[in-house]
């Protein structure tokens, strides 16, 4: 999946010229709508760069719709045979002004501490893949009351959840008039909590990102 990521923004086009990620999409699906843009074998998906922004945008007006606002946090915990769905997740965040939180921590009781500190408005998480022996549900359920709003990757129904394929309602953009927001080079796009790291905590903001493209087109670094 992340050769597919790297191989979409490394295309010698004008996006190099944009200022985020956001228009950087936008720019590629003007210039090359039916190239190639994500490919998940394991899950029977590939994507083109209109069918991306397509999805990635109806992802991004869910989470408008639900009352997140730009600035807030989006974590997501997601096991990896969920790579669409993060990735969609990640990119429709970003395309609603969120900052993205990803985390390296697997353990339960990381996550949970990020949950208890309010500070996260959206949480995407796959519930019943088991880590410590016990679903995912199990071990945070306690602190989910803590985010305003949660989706979650799975085809059961869960109490005060989301469905993620219920965030795709919106895939036609004349279904609602939320509009994006006004992506600022200088707001945060993503917050990376590392295990290795001595502060623990990385802040990139939407400058950063696009550097890091122009330089080695490293975005998957992030995804």
């Known amino acids: 999946m ?20 956001v228009s950087s999409m936008k720019e590629l699906g003007n210039q090359l709508p039916h190239r190639d843009s994500l490919l998940s074998v394991s899950q029977g998906i590939k994507w083109t760069i ?13 989470l408008l719709e639900s009352g997140l606002e730009p600035g807030q946090k989006f974590l997501i915990w997601s096991d990896v045979n969920h790579s669409a769905e993060i990735v969609c997740a990640t990119l429709g965040a ?54 305003q709003h949660v989706i979650q990757i799975s085809h059961k129904s869960i109490l005060n959840t989301v469905k993620f394929k219920q965030a795709f309602n919106y895939s036609s953009g004349f279904k609602t008039n939320i509009n994006f927001p006004e992506i600022k080079e200088n707001s945060n796009v993503f917050e990376i909590y590392r295990s290795n790291d001595k502060n623990g905590r990385i802040s990139l903001t939407h400058g950063d990102l696009m550097d890091k493209i122009r330089s080695n087109n490293s975005v998957t670094e992030y995804i």
């Open 2 to 21: 992340k050769h597919y990521m790297k191989k979409l923004f490394s295309t010698k086009v004008s996006i190099l010229a944009e200022k985020n990620i």
């Open 50 to 62: 209109k069918e991306l922004n397509t999805y990635t945008d109806a992802f991004a007006r869910h």
């Open 94 to 147: 970003i395309k609603a002004g969120l900052t993205v939180v990803h985390s390296e921590y697997e353990n339960s009781e990381d996550i949970n501490t990020l949950l208890k500190t309010k500070e996260i408005a959206g949480f995407m998480f796959s519930p019943y893949n088991n880590i410590e022996s016990s679903t995912r549900l199990s071990l945070i359920e306690d602190n989910l009351s803590n985010v």
